[in-house]
Nanobody, 123 residues
Framework: QVQLVESGGGLVQAGGSLRLSCAAS????????MGWFRQAPGKERELLAS????????YVAVSVTGRFTISRVNAENTVYLEMNTLKPEDTAVYYC????????????????WGQGTQVTVSS
């Protein structure tokens, strides 16, 4: 239905910043709640942030509140994750996800997933 491609990951020193992008194609972007997850080896996948279809509501997990910001530009079929003051514990594979018909954006299930992009924060 929709294809998602993440970009922007890489290696950054602690305290630095990165902006991840997720480009969507093959669907009507504004129909989807969008979100970002991350998963480190041996750990459960964690919802970091999500944003409603029109961008009017956002959710940010406690673990990254104050440092990460989610946004979307529907005209560009793109969702972003701005990550500031990065810490080594932020090291993980970061995934973009899309959900249809979601009532509560903090309960994203991931109907569709991107391939992931590696973020490594060095100390």
């Amino acid at each position: 239905q929709v294809q998602l491609v993440e970009s922007g990951g890489g290696l950054v020193q602690a305290g630095g910043s990165l902006r991840l992008s997720c480009a969507a194609s093959g669907g009507t972007f504004s129909d989807y709640t969008m979100g970002w997850f991350r998963q480190a080896p041996g750990k459960e996948r964690e919802l970091l942030a999500s944003i409603s279809r029109n961008g009017g509501t956002t959710y940010v997990a406690v673990s990254v509140t104050g440092r990460f910001t989610i946004s979307r530009v529907n005209a560009e079929n793109t969702v972003y994750l701005e990550m500031n003051t990065l810490k080594p514990e932020d090291t993980a594979v970061y995934y973009c996800a899309a959900d249809l018909g979601l009532l509560r954006i903090s309960r994203m299930r991931g109907d569709y997933w991107g391939q992931g992009t590696q973020v490594t924060v060095s100390s």
